[in-house]
T-cell receptor, first 117, second 114 residues
Framework: QQPVQSPQAVILREGEDAVINCSSS?????VHWYRQKHGEAPVFLMI?????EQKGHEKISASFNEKKQQSSLYLTASQLSYSGTYFC??????????????????FGQGTILTVHP | GAGVSQSPRYKVAKRGQDVALRCDPI?????LFWYQQALGQGPEFLTY????????KSGLPSDRFFAERPEGSVSTLKIQRTQQEDSAVYLC????????????FGEGSWLTVV
């Protein structure tokens, strides 16, 4: 079952902030965030491996609440280049050592982010 | 190579035709994944290779879909007797090792079945 992303779409003006949420019904080992522009490859943003972990990448950061099986992506002071579709990919806990699986990701349906000047 | 390379980038096939899609992963990457992405949707898992071993093919939609990675590097996804519902973008991705590693995607092969 795929994770659920919210909202489905966001429209911002340059400089505004946004939060994209990703929620799963499965116990998770990791959460991966990607941005995809039309006709291009999904571009890796960050990976969150442990419950509560927060990672940052320039003005983009994310958190992972392992207990709630949720992750959120925070975009601050948005730029025109942030426009695109954001996907979370979840890796479920598996049967390998440490509760890992082999890295198979299940993706949400995506959140379309549009930033206007 | 610098990134995951896929070919062809675009393919138009007549219904019933066989197609082969190639993926050249990042050099040294052990894990290789194939995903299918329909318009406006997130990628959906098709199959996974660890080196040359196909460890998971649970996402392949039918026995018309076949994937191989004979020498643990380049992989080919083959679709036999293509149907219109096979029209999608086929994404290849690779990762250095297993869980918890960054997974890098190629730009995809856009398949249109007419």
């Amino acid at each position: 079952q795929q994770p659920v992303q919210s909202p489905q779409a966001v429209i911002l003006r340059e400089g505004e902030d946004a939060v994209i949420n990703c929620s799963s019904s499965k116990a998770l080992y990791s959460v991966h965030w990607y941005r995809q522009k039309h006709g291009e490859a999904p571009v890796f943003l960050m990976i969150l491996l442990k419950g509560g972990e927060q990672k940052g990448h320039e003005k983009i950061s994310a958190s992972f609440n392992e207990k709630k099986q949720q992750s959120s992506l925070y975009l601050t002071a948005s730029q025109l280049s942030y426009s695109g579709t954001y996907f979370c990919g979840t890796e479920e806990r598996g049967s390998n050592a440490g509760g890992t699986s082999y890295g198979k990701l299940t993706f949400g349906q995506g959140t379309i982010l549009t930033v206007h000047p | 190579g610098a990134g995951v390379s896929q070919s062809p980038r675009y393919k138009v096939a007549k219904r019933g035709q066989d197609v082969a899609l190639r993926c050249d992963p990042i050099s040294g990457h052990v894990s290789l994944f194939w995903y299918q992405q329909a318009l406006g949707q997130g990628p959906e898992f098709l199959t996974y290779f660890q080196n040359e071993a196909q460890l998971d093919k649970s996402g392949l939609p039918s026995d018309r879909f076949f994937a191989e990675r004979p020498e643990g590097s380049v992989s080919t996804l083959k679709i036999q007797r293509t149907q219109q519902e096979d029209s999608a973008v086929y994404l290849c991705a690779s990762s250095l090792a297993f869980s918890g590693n960054t997974i890098y995607f190629g730009e995809g092969s856009w398949l249109t079945v007419v």
